[in-house]
């Protein structure tokens, strides 16, 4: 996402730049979401540094985005600031951090939770970076990035996939089919519910960790 403190303006070229070269990368599967601040720290006079809400406090992703940031700084002459904070401290402040003097670009979620501080006027529409990179995405990261006015905030370098394992021999019982669209999924947990099945289990008793 890329942010900016309200009340404060600097050049966007600097940190469109630093979204367009590590959306360059999210093809190789590196690198981090980013959304646009609307202010941001920097200032006309250091047009040449970026900086970087960063949620990667662990060692090893940190070390990894030191080496992206590295690279990019190499090659365009612009530095990446980064302040890092740890994951849970940057979600629960994180209303406070972009209503006070917020970073060039930051971490965050795709969908709803960027939506939610775009339509508050606290992130800056990217359409003038989408169109370099839009080619490295396919269209529902394009969906996802966009606001509810359906301009561009955020630029999306790490995904991951959810599963869902079956039982095949309930499937053969009771002659379901495996859905491949969503509604087909909603239809068979509706029939499944009918036939007397619970048709989702998930193992988060003990939280996110049982995953």
Known sequence: MHLSSL??????????????????????????????????SGTAADPKTVTLGSNASDAVPKKAFAEIYAAFTKKTGIKVDVNTKDHNTFQEQINTYLQGTPDDVFNWFAGYRMQFFAAKGLATPIDDVWKTIGGNFPEAMHKLSKGEDGKYYFVPLTTYPWALFYRKSVFQQHGYEVPTTWDDFVALCKQMKKDGLVPIAFGDKDAWPAM
Request: proline share 6%; glycine share 26%.
């Open 7 to 40: 009340g404060q303006s600097m050049p966007g070229t600097s940190r469109r730049t630093l979204l367009r070269g590590l959306g360059g990368a999210a093809v190789l599967g590196a690198g981090i979401p980013l959304l646009s601040a609307c202010g941001g």
